[in-house]
């Protein structure tokens, strides 16, 4: 999705595509499980887990103890990266990806688990970095003199388009790295409050008590929360981890400013006419 249909009299004034460094936090997903291969690696063939293992071997366990222990730390992994991007399919992901991997395991005989742990989370790694790069290129955004346009998805394509005159602010935000190679997010925010996320944060605790005299048991719990605005929305409804941000984000300030300041001068005008008009009825 790289073509854009022009409308009579529009020019494209910029393109721009997501930074290479700026899905850094979808690359942390794959690179979490060679790290957490790594470290089993090490585990499995250290001291801490030799004396174990022969105790488990005893039972003939040791190979399903190793499974469970990769498959737990791949679970809650996957739900704490759920939690923190606000995405539960990654979850289901993880939980995929781990499935494949044990019925690898059993469909090929495997006897070195661990070997096998190591060596498979490396071509998820690299089969990962493959969809993260074809994600970030399916990226790509648009400024016209009327509009902005974006567009971004591999397997489900979207598009939002949003003229100049709707846009009634504009977020703008850099990390480290967007500092250091000049990228970051821009995010359009209309009136109607697309553009804006939520961010919460919750407090709670409680305590029970109860005894056998007259069977009574009672219990307290107090709690809080807050709940914040912010600029926020999916890398492909706002100008994701764009390069170079230092051209784009006054061209697109410039852009909004200028459509604004025409479409309140046509307002106005539309205005004065509809007074002139009237006044012009009635005097006849």
Not at 131 to 152: A, D, K, M
Not at 154 to 165: D, F, V
Not at 255 to 270: A, F, G, H, N, P
């Amino acid at each position: 999705m790289t073509k854009l249909s022009l409308i009579e009299g529009e020019t494209i004034l910029r393109e721009a595509s997501p930074h290479p460094l700026s899905f850094l936090n979808i690359l942390s997903l794959s690179l979490f499980w060679l790290i957490w291969g790594i470290f089993l690696f090490w585990f499995f063939n250290s001291d801490y887990w030799s004396s174990m293992a022969s105790w488990l071997a005893g039972f003939g366990a040791e190979a399903p103890a190793i499974v469970i222990i990769w498959l737990a730390g791949v679970i809650f992994a996957g739900i704490m990266a759920s939690v923190l991007m606000i995405r539960w399919r990654i979850f289901a992901i993880y939980l995929f990806i781990a499935a494949m991997g044990i019925l690898l395991m059993y469909r090929i005989q495997c006897s070195n688990y661990v070997k096998f742990i190591l060596e498979y989370s490396i071509v998820v790694l690299i089969i990962g970095l493959g969809i993260t790069e074809l994600y970030r290129r399916s990226h790509r955004y648009f400024l016209t003199n009327f509009r902005v346009v974006l567009q971004g998805g591999i397997l489900r394509k979207m598009e939002r388009t949003l003229r100049h005159e709707k846009i009634t602010d504009v977020g703008g935000i850099q990390g480290p790295l967007g500092r250091i190679f000049n990228f970051g997010t821009i995010t359009p925010i209309t009136g109607s409050g697309f553009g804006m996320g939520t961010d919460q944060t919750f407090a709670a605790g409680g305590g029970s008590s109860g005894g056998k005299r007259g069977g009574v048991r009672g219990g307290v719990i107090a709690g809080g929360g807050q709940e914040v605005q912010t600029p926020r929305a999916r890398s492909y409804h706002e100008l994701f981890g764009v390069y170079p941000y230092s051209e784009i984000k006054p061209l697109f300030e410039n852009l909004v400013q200028k459509d604004t300041s025409i479409s309140y001068m046509q307002r106005q005008t539309e205005i004065l006419d509809d007074i002139r008009s009237r006044i012009e009825k009635e005097s006849k």
